[in-house]
């Protein structure tokens, strides 16, 4: 993980600290973008930004859900800011013991959309935006005492978990007081019991007097971070909800044009539905159609086994002219037989029961010769062939034990 401290969006050098693994705790370095946005490609980033900028407090909120209480959150909080709360950017995390109790953190929009411009400038993606009070240390149980850091005349405090605040050095006369409500009186006690109960980790790069009022049982290293003080604060991800402002268009015209939207999504599922139907029966009317073709090639030409679909074609077409020039119709001045083929096929596809075992040319004359269970079926094809032909043509009929058996000989007009 890797942890950014910016104090200025114009910094060219600042403080980063590189937590490697499980690792505890790291120590702040010195850097510049380039040697950051290096390590920012093999890391999680967060980034620490001026607790100056962000109004971290409490509040009391009851609502039934989260989306009541994103809507009333800004009006609950709003004596507490200084501009419009439209203008604001609100992050809170719900206290686990008591639902009704929120740790609020507050940001300009304008503010947060400038960090957010300044790291997409270096091409630096961040998981997490906190205000840098998280990187304080603090105890998180009922023993935690409030952490100051005084540096360059500006104090951080660190009143909690996800509480604190950043003020120049010369206000917090005004404000140590409001850091111990409960210690300012003891029954039965004097001021001087009063001042040694407000217990205190600090920090400083030089003395004030406000620094007698506080008992400091230690001093946090400045120079080192904890890993726990910035997850005890993580929950308060500023980026959380966060959208720029095109992504916030985006949703202003989704919400408009939504019903419209799924409308023609729903159209077109329904168009595409209807399509992929017509495509398939017709993909299965071919494979009939096709199916159809290779049975009656076979019949017709029951001796030609190499072929398929795509070169059936072609084999009819030559099959044709080998018989023509078998024939010898120009020769002879007869007519050939072939052109009552299409007939014949036709009227033997009617009936699935015969078989056909030989078509060739012989003398000029086509010989079908096919099988069938009774000779029953043979006279009837025999007679449906002379209404479909206009002549009878000749057909010898044998019984076999299996059925019967027949020739059809279609001869040669002159």
Same mark, same amino acid.
């Given at each position: 993980?890797?942890?950014?401290?910016?104090?200025?969006?114009?910094?060219?050098?600042?403080?980063?600290?590189?937590?490697?693994?499980?690792?505890?705790?790291?120590?702040?370095?010195?850097?510049?973008?380039?040697?950051?946005?290096?390590?920012?490609?093999?890391?999680?980033?967060?980034?620490?930004?001026?607790?100056?900028?962000?109004?971290?407090?409490?509040?009391?909120?009851?609502?039934?859900?989260?989306?009541?209480?994103?809507?009333?959150?800004?009006?609950?909080?709003?004596?507490?800011?200084?501009?419009?709360?439209?203008?604001?950017?609100?992050?809170?995390?719900?206290?686990?013991?008591?639902?009704?109790?929120?740790?609020?953190?507050?940001?300009?929009?304008?503010?947060?959309?400038?960090?957010?411009?300044?790291?997409?400038?270096?091409?630096?993606?961040?998981?997490?935006?906190?205000?840098?009070?998280?990187?304080?240390?603090?105890?998180?149980?009922?023993?935690?005492?409030?952490?100051?850091?005084?540096?360059?005349?500006?104090?951080?405090?660190?009143?909690?978990?996800?509480?604190?605040?950043?003020?120049?050095?010369?206000?917090?006369?005004?404000?140590?007081?409001?850091?111990?409500?409960?210690?300012?009186?003891?029954?039965?006690?004097?001021?001087? &019991?009063?001042?040694?109960?407000?217990?205190?980790?600090?920090?400083?790069?030089?003395?004030?007097?406000?620094?007698?009022?506080?008992?400091?049982?230690?001093?946090?290293?400045?120079?080192?971070?904890?890993?726990?003080?910035?997850?005890?604060?993580?929950?308060?991800?500023?980026?959380?909800?966060?959208?720029?402002?095109?992504?916030?268009?985006?949703?202003?015209?989704?919400?408009?044009?939504?019903?419209?939207?799924?409308?023609?999504?729903?159209?077109?599922?329904?168009?595409?539905?209807?399509?992929?139907?017509?495509?398939?029966?017709?993909?299965?009317?071919?494979?009939?159609?096709?199916?159809?073709?290779?049975?009656?090639?076979?019949?017709?030409?029951?001796?030609?086994?190499?072929?398929?679909?795509?070169?059936?074609?072609?084999?009819?077409?030559?099959?044709?002219?080998?018989?023509?020039?078998?024939?010898?119709?120009?020769?002879?001045?007869?007519? &050939?037989?072939?052109?009552?083929?299409?007939?014949?096929?036709?009227?033997?596809?009617?009936?699935?029961?015969?078989?056909?075992?030989?078509?060739? &040319?012989?003398?000029?004359?086509?010989?079908?010769?096919?099988?069938?269970?009774?000779?029953?079926?043979?006279?009837?094809?025999?007679?449906?062939?002379?209404?479909?032909?206009?002549?009878?043509?000749?057909?010898?009929?044998?019984?076999?034990?299996?059925?019967?058996?027949?020739?059809?000989?279609?001869?040669?007009?002159?």
């Amino acid at each position: 993980m890797l942890i950014i401290h910016l104090q200025n969006p114009d910094d060219h050098e600042f403080s980063y600290v590189k937590l490697s693994g499980n690792a505890a705790s790291g120590a702040w370095k010195r850097g510049n973008w380039g040697e950051v946005s290096r390590l920012a490609q093999r890391n999680d980033v967060v980034l620490l930004i001026p607790t100056r900028d962000v109004l971290l407090m409490k509040t009391t909120l009851v609502t039934g859900s989260s989306r009541h209480l994103k809507q009333a959150l800004p009006y609950a909080v709003e004596e507490n800011l200084v501009e419009d709360p439209a203008l604001q950017h609100f992050v809170w995390q719900v206290h686990k013991d008591t639902p009704d109790v929120l740790d609020v953190a507050v940001i300009s929009r304008e503010t947060l959309k400038a960090w957010m411009a300044l790291l997409k400038k270096h091409r630096i993606k961040v998981r997490t935006i906190l205000p840098d009070v998280f990187a304080l240390p603090i105890a998180d149980d009922e023993h935690a005492v409030p952490t100051f850091v005084q540096h360059n005349g500006q104090v951080l405090v660190r009143t909690g978990t996800m509480s604190g605040f950043s003020c120049p050095d010369a206000m917090m006369p005004l404000l140590i007081d409001g850091l111990f409500p409960e210690k300012d009186v003891v029954e039965g006690g004097t001021d001087g &019991s009063a001042d040694d109960l407000r217990e205190v980790w600090l920090s400083t790069d030089q003395p004030s007097d406000w620094h007698e009022s506080l008992t400091v049982l230690r001093e946090p290293q400045s120079d080192m971070l904890l890993s726990d003080s910035i997850q005890q604060g993580a929950a308060l991800n500023l980026l959380s909800g966060y959208q720029d402002v095109s992504m916030s268009s985006f949703n202003e015209h989704w919400k408009r044009w939504r019903v419209a939207a799924v409308f023609a999504v729903l159209t077109l599922g329904i168009l595409v539905g209807i399509q992929a139907m017509d495509t398939l029966r017709l993909k299965r009317q071919l494979a009939e159609e096709e199916a159809t073709n290779i049975a009656l090639f076979k019949q017709v030409f029951p001796e030609i086994t190499n072929f398929d679909v795509r070169t059936m074609r072609s084999r009819v077409k030559s099959e044709i002219k080998r018989l023509e020039a078998e024939t010898g119709r120009k020769d002879s001045g007869k007519v &050939s037989p072939l052109p009552f083929m299409a007939t014949v096929a036709q009227t033997f596809g009617k009936e699935k029961q015969v078989k056909i075992t030989e078509v060739r &040319s012989r003398k000029g004359n086509l010989v079908v010769r096919f099988t069938s269970p009774s000779a029953e079926v043979m006279d009837k094809l025999g007679k449906e062939l002379a209404a479909s032909l206009g002549f009878e043509p000749r057909l010898e009929i044998s019984t076999t034990a299996d059925g019967a058996k027949a020739t059809l000989t279609l001869e040669a007009q002159s």
